[in-house]
């Protein structure tokens, strides 16, 4: 027999397939269905293709080979993302212009992916540092321009003093240069952005027409981070001030105003207007220190700073309370409006910064407990408001804590009561700690977190408690002086002393487990919804009715008004880089923005610059733009130097596939609507965020301007897990435990790589590289390769007689669940199936040809040269095996002959057994009644009546 030798068939049939240019196809054949499954295409780096593009590429080539074998006129086309940081960063190091080592290194990866078998046509790119793609991209920039959607502004961003740059965010760690180590400062640059803020609601709102994973598009959202609020005018107060820069109120943003009439200060940020030009010293050294964080570490500061303004009150108009401003860096001046009322008493951050301050702390949300149950308010019953403390009692010596078990119901609480007329909180608390425990020395300490309301029935009294108004107070013991307590307070439960560590368990009514867990952690803000209290005609409402009534009574007063805010900022696309995509824009020598018009694109990047960075970008150092901008434009105009980050580049690539060789448009109009939106798009989750987010706004921002009839670039989208090694630890250059996919292929074979891949787990699951498990595969296929070469196929022409009757059925099962199984992504599974199959038919000697050929058309995507190389040597075909058709299922072959046949007696299952699926009636009720364990129920008892559910019951009632 001859030998399965994968390295010479690899070779011969990717030679063959080249050669008849089975890649390609005819982009405007009507007669077959289109289907568009897209890579994330890569960035060519010099280390080659990593184990990740091997998993996820793999995936789409099955997809595109399944699809294609099913009939449909697929694309499936790659590209290279290639303007990029790593290649400026060599060239900076060498000297060599990164043109060239990036196209070495495309070459590389080319070589790589037709060594694994990825049919993709090559001749047909999209390649974004080749100028035939940079044009497009600055095309859509200057339609972008003349729609209103880019504009220039200087703002902060991260600046490397040595490498005399500005880095982009995911380039900063921990607040240091990733390439140098340099701690990084804030510094004004001027960059052109994208309104990608325009879209906002429409990026959130059409997540809901496209398949992706769920946590893709959660993560989209919160990015976006809508968020509904109210804006409300705080007046200030005629002030000493010198320069309150004109204005006579600051405007906040909260999402809470319904917890207003707690707010016991005002804090704008930093970057607020107030505080321009402003004179005192003290906050003038604030602002200095505050100028060099970047908002994240100021949002994500451990410790709040901040200063009061001397001079400056606002006044809350709800209840004409004045109160001070801070200026403070955890409000950041371009969210909201840049300040806002801090609430101490019901958010977390102006909780710590009012502790830190010493700044009062007003409570103006009691947490709601609603009854449930028997405890649930009844409508017929009236209600009643009552007051009442709970008391937290402290051992004189020990860690414990006075707890009432009270016997009448499964009540465990602290002591309790009702505060009596002419009493305060305080009082009823020492006179209940004293006549329910019988301790006679105690001093109140304080009060424990705010008021909290319960509202039930209470059964004892036929009312309902709507609210029950509670305060909590810890009390100390002094000493264990006692007398027992008379009979009435302790009638109904017995006292005992619980240790610390144990409390929270035994206590069970939820109000004072609140209590239990704020005196424990020694008080914090109570941020959730609740009942508003202490806030004038508004007391008494939810939190909810409060925010629409005070909002209501804002907009009335013209103090204020509901506003929608989202996180999502818009997009800096500036960067003071080399090797990117030229911005088409030159300045007037008034230094006016004019946009280049397309007969002078692509606006090409000069090969004559220096790469040493010098905090100039290095287009400014080319004699060859100087020149160029002043033939076209005249004396005195100059270029702009930046050029666009390279997420600019990617958010559109995917609309070049189909037309990409295309010199008069991005993609002719005919084509656009034939072949998009995608169908399938395959790749990292690491891209939840960016790419996906900003290649969905180019498909909306193309689309308003009438380019494209879509709205959403990916119908369909996975993302393949990551590939570790066998101890589970991600795979690094530092670790040393990188897998280069070339040593794969040579050791293994593409096919069984490609089969190992998808076959150690779902792709949306992290895949372990396991060489010593790889084998499993190799065997797998080199029994395919024995079964053809070894067995005798025979040409039955439908009679197949004498060869054993499971044959079919196995082919059929195998057929149905890799259809499935790929259409549903779960790769494993249908590669399972298969080999149920090949252990299947080997166990007989003579097979049917026609279903071994059927089998070969389904391993064909996963394995595609060692099929290919069967289906002509073995079988004798003329033609390619992917020119053949998906094999079909016959349903009825795939049923189970046999089923799980339930049995139920008065409703409950008392037996399952195995069956033929087709048992009648009576068979069924005859094996049912002789079973042993049934008859240990029937044994004795009358049978009333017994129903049969073919394929799935008997039940009978006795
Ligand atoms: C008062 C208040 C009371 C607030 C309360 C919360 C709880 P999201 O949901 O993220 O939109 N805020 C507003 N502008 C801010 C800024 N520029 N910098 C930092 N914080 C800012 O958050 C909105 C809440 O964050 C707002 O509601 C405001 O604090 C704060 F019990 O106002 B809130």
Redo the contacts with the bound molecule.
Sequence with gaps: MKKYDHKKIEKKWQEIWLKAGAEKIDKDDKNKEKFYILDMFPYPSGTGLHMGHTESYTASDVIYRFKKLQGFNVLHPQGFDSFGLPAENYAIKTGINPAKTTKENMENYIRQMQSLGFAYDFSEQAVTSSPEYYKWTQWIFGEFFKAGLVYKKTSKTNWCKSCQTVIANEQVVEGKCERCGTEIEQREVPSWFFKITEFAQELIDDLDKVDWPEYTKKNQRNWI?R?E?TTVKFQIKKTKLKKPNNQNSIE??????D??F??TYVVV?PEHEILDGIEDDKVKEYLEKAKNKTEMER?EAKEKTGVMIDGLVAINPFNNEEVPVFVAD??????????????P???E??FEFAKKYNLSIRQS?APLFIGEGKNKVREDKPNESRRSVDVIIKHWEEDKYFCLDWKLNDWKSFVVGGIEDGENFEEAAIREAMEESGYKNMRAMRQVGGEIRSRFYAAHKEVNRTDLIRNCFLIELIDGEYAEPQKEHTKNHVGSWIKKEDVADFITLPELKKYWEIYINEDS?F?EDGIVIESGKFTGLSSEEAREKMTAWLEENKLGERKI?Y?LRDWSISRQRYWGCPIPIVYSPEGEAQLISKEHLPWKLPLDVDFVPTGVSPLAKSEELKKRVEDIFGKGWVAEYDTLDTFVDSSWYFLRYPDANNNDEFCSKKRLNHWLPVDVYIGGAEHTYMHLLFARFFTKALNKLGYLDFDEPFLKLRHQGMVLDKNGDKMSKSKGNVINPDDMVERFGADSVRSYMLFVAPLEDAVMWNEDNIIGVVRFLEKVWKIFYGKELVDCGGGCEGMPKELPIVLHKTIKKVTEDIESFNFNTAISQMMIFINEFSKHDRLPKAGMEKFLILLAPFAPHITEEIWQEVLGHKDSIFLEKWPEFNEAMTRDDEIELVVQINGKVRDKMMVKAEISEEEAKKVVLESEKIKKYTEGKEIKKIIFVKGKLVSMVI
Excluded: E, P
Aim: with cysteine.
């Design positions: 981070g968020s609020g906040v943003f909260t999402t809470r105003v917890t207003i707690g707010c940020a949002m955890y409000v950041i001046g371009s969210y909201g409006t840049g300040a806002v009322m801090a609430v008493a019901h958010d951050r102006d949300i803000a941020v805010n996180r």
